[in-house]
């Protein structure tokens, strides 16, 4: 599939031009975890280039956010940053070979004033963590490693990230991660989900080490709980956001240019 191919890295910069299928968006399913800072989820499939015939979806933020070309970059900055401590996570060997960790990361499109964020769709979407420390307790051999590979992203980030709000789908070969967010010592530096150092406390508040972390992993010195635990995604709404997920649907404004939308 894509992302085994090109694991951290997607193409839609470069091959911009999909078609966007009916019954979108959606407020459902893997979308729906989205939805938080993404009111509008497209599913499209790529119609040129070496994509072409695979899935893609385009995600777009609510209007007040969309002048803020910062925001989008952010999001970015976060994944590559998550891909970064991946990585070196997946070289560590701490988790079975089966379980090999990728990550997306979105390209940024623009038309005309509208911004998007383009990459492959997922399949068998499943929610491992949020950034307030949320996970399923005995969920099995996978969610513990996401749950390690949080903790993992602190220590060998000498406690300067966590790799949280880990999401994604889960294949036979590993696990494809998407829009995570990174907690880091400065709030919102990595966009509203980053709850900055009461973040990373709150996190490891919640956090329980399992099988694949290692005791010599370095832990924070305050694991107080700053916010409330859930599901979704907390956001701390600098950037007009609220602090919950919006699901509210906007309507389309209209298609990418080389794209066309089905009816």
Known sequence: HFASQHPHSVF??????????????????????????TPQVYKGTYTQ??????????????????????WFQKEVSGAERAATLIER??????APRRIKVRINIPSVRSTGQQLWL??????????????????????????????????YSYHASSGQFVVSDLQGGVYR?????????????EAEK?????????????FFS????????????????DTCCYFKQQEGSSL??????????????LGFSGPLPGFRVLV
């Open 49 to 70: 280039g070496s994509r072409r015939g695979e899935e893609c979806v385009f995600k777009k933020f609510r209007p007040g956010i969309n002048a803020q070309h910062d």
């Open 118 to 151: 383009v990459e492959p769709l997922i399949h068998n979407w499943t929610k491992f963590n949020s950034n307030t420390g949320y996970h399923k307790q005995n969920a099995g051999e996978v969610h513990d490693v996401m749950q390690a590979l949080s903790h």
């Open 173 to 185: 070969d590993g696990v494809i991660l998407s829009d995570p967010i990174i907690l880091s010592r």
């Open 89 to 94: 996570f997946n070289r560590e060997g701490t």
């Open 236 to 249: 701390l709404g600098n950037y007009g956001i609220p602090n919950k997920r919006c699901c509210t649907p």
């Open 12 to 37: 839609a910069s470069k091959h911009p031009h999909c078609v966007f299928g009916p019954g979108w968006p959606r407020k459902d399913g893997a979308a729906r975890q989205l939805l938080y800072r």
């Open 206 to 221: 919640r956090h329980r080490c399992n099988r694949f972390c290692r005791a010599s992993w370095q832990l924070p010195r």
């Open 190 to 202: 990595y966009g509203g989900g980053d709850l900055g150092p009461k973040g990373i406390s709150t």
